[in-house]
């Protein structure tokens, strides 16, 4: 989506603001001893109440509101009886859609104290989305995000997730320009005024790429180690990105 009028850009803060709020909730209510079904169930009330619907289930039957994965889970773990533990950490992914809008924001957190190298993974892994979103702005070559992230974690002795990228985002889940590689590319498209996207990198401490697992939809770590996503969606203008999913 490219945003042109003033009326796209409120009704995409609408729901930006919706699955920032979302997240952030689910995030201050989960502890030891719940399940994964029981956080998603927060976030499916949470989204219904503010007439929102959930993006997963309704695009592409996924079997829950939200996603959510756990330590060896890369992305796209599905909701059920797994128990959270001290320890753990917790990627929290809300994409939903309200009057024709979509939005996408995720963020991994760590339950009760962690080691010092998964809480530093997690900090790096929030500064590397903060360090690819510094590289929009109108004119640019979408090569950037990747290549500043890259440099980033090659930096801190980080690898990046090479099969998960970020992606177009306003009128459906996924759209145009669908794969922005978050690790080191060419690729020479240039960012239009006013283009939704997402900014995701999948930072990682030894794992290369995601692999499917048997359930059809959670990925796995591979080699297998830890790894985080943060991720917000942002709209392109003359001087920077503008983020929409902030809570509020």
């Known amino acids: 989506m ?32 719940m399940t994964t079904g029981d956080l998603d169930a927060v976030g499916a009330a949470l989204l219904e109440a503010e007439g929102a619907e959930a993006a997963p289930r309704a695009v592409y039957g996924f ?16 909701p059920g009886n797994r128990v959270i533990m001290q320890g753990d950490l917790v990627n929290i992914d809300v994409s939903a859609s309200k009057d024709g809008y979509f939005a996408d924001t995720g963020a991994s957190f760590p339950v009760g104290p962690v080691s010092a190298r998964r809480a530093r993974l997690c900090r790096d892994g929030r500064r590397a989305m903060e360090i690819g979103i510094a590289q929009v702005r109108r004119g640019r070559s979408l090569h950037r995000i990747g290549n500043a992230i890259d440099r980033f974690a090659s930096a801190r002795g980080y690898t990046l997730i090479r099969n998960l990228a970020s992606h177009g985002v306003g009128r459906s889940l996924h759209e ?61 203008t003359d001087r920077g990105a503008l983020v929409m999913t902030r809570p509020g």
């Open 2 to 33: 490219t945003i042109t009028r003033q009326e796209e850009l409120d009704g995409l803060r609408r729901i930006g603001r919706i699955v920032a709020n979302t997240m952030q909730a689910m995030a201050r209510v989960m502890e030891p001893g």
């Open 63 to 78: 079997p829950g509101a939200t996603c959510i994965s756990v330590n060896e889970e890369v992305a796209h773990g599905i």
């Open 176 to 236: 145009y320009p669908q794969e922005i590689a978050t690790w080191r590319n060419r690729d020479p498209r240039r960012i239009d005024k006013g283009l939704v996207l997402t900014v995701e990198p999948f930072l990682s401490t030894g794992a290369h790429f995601a692999a499917d697992g048997a359930d059809g939809w959670t990925l796995y770590a591979e080699p297998a180690a830890p790894a985080v996503q943060y991720e917000h969606t942002i709209v392109a």
